[in-house]
């Protein structure tokens, strides 16, 4: 038995920001600089969720010995509220988060948070920080959720003391001065994820770990990582915090080809959403293993056409180039495909509004 979810308590802050202090802090948007005026958290004690409350946003107080900061049991998720052309808000495919998160929880041990509760959190702090829900095309409100462990105990065991916090920030266009492709290096000294850990969980740690590999990225040359799987370094699994599409073409017929999932990627929710519009578009579309010697013949052969990662933040960004230890090359010229960019019209049009919502992907906020 299920109990019903009470109502959030709502405590606004005592004055709300006005409307020139609110646009001048929505002037040059970039991504995860500024945050709504509330938040919610909800804590988990006694085995149960207590009263989840949206308050004011600002620092969570921690005790220091709080088991998140030390044993690292701490999961999120992140989606994003699109302003409407008829002046509503929807969110993008939310139950699909609050699902996974649930998944990471649980590889975690920590408590599934109820995802009526997920979406009832979100939906509450949209619809009271709605003004900061950006109006343009490639804006929106990213919302953050996220878990913690609160347990003041230096124990290794699962925490028995939580708390959910829930965020947003908007949003800016993530290529303010248009889409350009990204130049990636394959690394071979650093994994992402091995067979049995947390890969396929939105957990803090793994974050932490790829750190050193995005920099090593950056010292050669490169924007991003492209992770291979951890037993045989063969396999290409994804690109720092996105997963990667690679663009086929062949006796007049376009093929997407995703890496499969094989319990060491990160499932996302655009990676989903684009294997089904891919079929929308008349592309065929699959799910395989692809290992990086195939990619090098394919992009020398000419089938391979072009290349793109794909994650909430950043929706769609083409692969430009490659490189790794011994060899170097260019996809398309180096230049944005036709099917990336076909891909992410239609994906922002969704979105956005502009584009019939045949799959009901999105959800009324307010
Ligand atoms: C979040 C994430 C993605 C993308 O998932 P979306 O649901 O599309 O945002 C891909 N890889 C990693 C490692 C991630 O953390």
């Known amino acids: ?131 900061w829900v ?76 790829s750190l050193v590999a995005q920099a090593q990225a950056q010292q050669k040359g490169c924007d991003q990582v492209v992770w291979l799987d951890a037993v045989e370094r063969k396999f290409i699994e994804e690109m720092g915090g996105m997963n990667l599409f690679f663009v086929y073409q062949e006796q007049g017929k376009i093929i997407l080809v995703t890496p499969e999932l094989t319990g060491t990627l990160l499932p996302g929710i655009t990676r989903l959403s684009l294997l089904q519009l891919a079929k929308d578009l008349g592309y065929e579309a699959e799910e395989r293993k692809l290992s990086v010697q195939q990619w090098r013949d394919d992009i020398a052969s000419g089938r391979m056409t072009e290349v793109f990662a794909c994650g909430t933040a950043a929706v769609i960004t083409p692969v430009g180039q490659v490189k790794a230890n011994g060899f170097e090359m260019q996809i398309n010229r180096g230049e944005n495909g036709p099917v990336t960019m076909a891909l992410r019209t239609a994906l922002l049009g969704i979105q956005h509004g502009t584009t019939a919502d045949t799959h009901h992907w999105m959800h009324t906020v307010a």
């Open 1 to 131: 038995m299920t109990k019903p979810i009470a109502p959030l308590n709502i405590t606004p802050v005592t004055e709300r920001l006005s409307d020139a202090e609110r646009h001048q802090r929505m002037a040059n948007l970039s991504f995860g600089r500024t945050f709504t005026e509330h938040m919610v958290v909800i804590p988990y004690k006694d085995g149960a969720w207590q009263q989840g409350e949206v308050k004011p946003y600002g620092p969570l107080s921690l005790d220091p010995s709080a088991s998140s900061l030390h044993y690292g049991q701490s999961i999120f998720e992140g989606f994003k509220a699109f302003a409407q052309p008829d002046g509503s808000v929807k969110t993008f495919r939310p139950e699909a988060n609050a699902e996974r998160f649930n998944r990471s929880a649980r590889r975690l041990a920590m408590p599934d948070l109820p995802p009526e509760l997920f979406m009832a959190a979100a939906d509450a702090l949209i619809d009271l920080d709605k003004d």
């Open 134 to 209: 950006p109006k343009n095309v490639g804006e929106s409100l990213y919302l953050r959720p996220l878990m913690i462990a609160t347990d003041p105990f230096l124990g290794v065991r699962p925490a028995l003391e939580y708390l959910f916090v829930l965020f947003a920030s908007p949003a800016g266009a993530y290529f303010p001065s248009g889409v350009k492709p990204v130049s990636v290096w394959v690394s071979e000294d650093f994994v992402r994820a091995a067979p049995g850990g947390t890969g396929e969980a939105k957990c803090a740690g793994n974050y932490a770990a």
